[in-house]
């Protein structure tokens, strides 16, 4: 059972345009969210988080939008370079104290084309 | 600040030995490790949880007598993969966890790939 989708395995965008990525949950005890950015043979980078409390974050050129009620949450990258050419991944955590376990999706290839 | 390092980035062995791969968390100190494996154009899959000082918690279908968890200090962690067979390569990813914000991010290192021959 996939608590965390991705359902678009790659997406391909024009450098300045901008980048939407997506993801959808099932756990409503789901409370924590985030993005990482992957290169291969590198581990995950942490890009951004958002609590349930919010429905907006903003970090420069990156804003995670969260809709509760539709269980989705979606990463906008504005504008798109080609050095954010990578795989994306969404995870969840649960609430709770020390509860740090994360939730992944299957990942999504962004390229940008210059 | 968040900075995670693994030991060695890549290790070639033979059948039937054991690796060590360290996890350090440089310039915090993390309560709660996480190692995960992935497989080629695959997410991560956890492994286990690894808490300083006490055993560590191992997902469904790890093998808790193979992958050997340690967690001795607050900015170590060593995952050892104990008679390894060449179903065993991947790359090993591990990850602490760091309260910013309010609320708790998992830092991850570099990663390890790993091949049995």
């Known amino acids: 059972d996939q608590q965390v989708k991705q359902n678009s395995p790659s997406l391909s965008v024009q450098e300045g345009r901008i980048s939407i990525l997506n993801c959808d949950y099932t756990?409503?005890?789901?409370?924590?969210f985030l993005w990482y950015k992957k290169y291969p043979a590198e581990g995950p980078t942490f890009l951004i988080s958002?609590?349930?409390?919010?429905d907006k974050n903003e970090d420069g050129r990156f804003t995670v939008f969260l809709n509760k009620s539709a269980k989705h949450l979606s990463l906008h990258i504005v504008p798109s370079q080609p050095g954010d050419s990578a795989v994306y991944f969404c995870?969840?955590?649960?609430?709770?104290?020390?509860?740090?376990?994360?939730?992944f999706g299957k990942g999504t290839l962004l390229t940008v084309n210059p | 600040g968040a900075v995670v390092s693994q030991h060695p980035s890549w290790v070639i062995c033979k059948s039937g030995t054991s690796v060590k791969i360290e996890c350090r968390s440089l310039?915090?100190?993390?309560?709660?490790m996480f190692w995960y494996r992935q497989f080629p154009k695959q997410s991560l899959m956890l492994m286990a949880t690894?808490?300083?000082?006490?055993?560590?918690?191992?997902e469904q279908g790890v093998e808790k007598d193979k992958f050997l968890i340690n967690h001795a200090s607050l900015t170590l962690s060593t995952l050892t993969v104990t008679s390894a067979h060449p179903e065993d390569s991947s790359f090993y990813i591990c990850?602490?966890?760091?309260?910013?914000?309010?609320?708790?991010?998992?830092?991850f290192g570099p990663g390890t790939r790993l091949t049995v021959l």
């Open positions: 690894s808490n300083e000082g006490s055993k560590a918690t191992y």
């Open positions: 990850s602490a966890g760091r309260l910013a914000g309010g609320a708790d991010t998992q830092y």
């Open positions: 995870a969840a955590s649960g609430s709770g104290g020390s509860n740090y376990k994360l939730t």
């Open positions: 756990n409503s005890m789901f409370d924590y």
């Open positions: 310039d915090f100190q993390a309560t709660t």
């Open positions: 958002i609590s349930s409390i919010k």
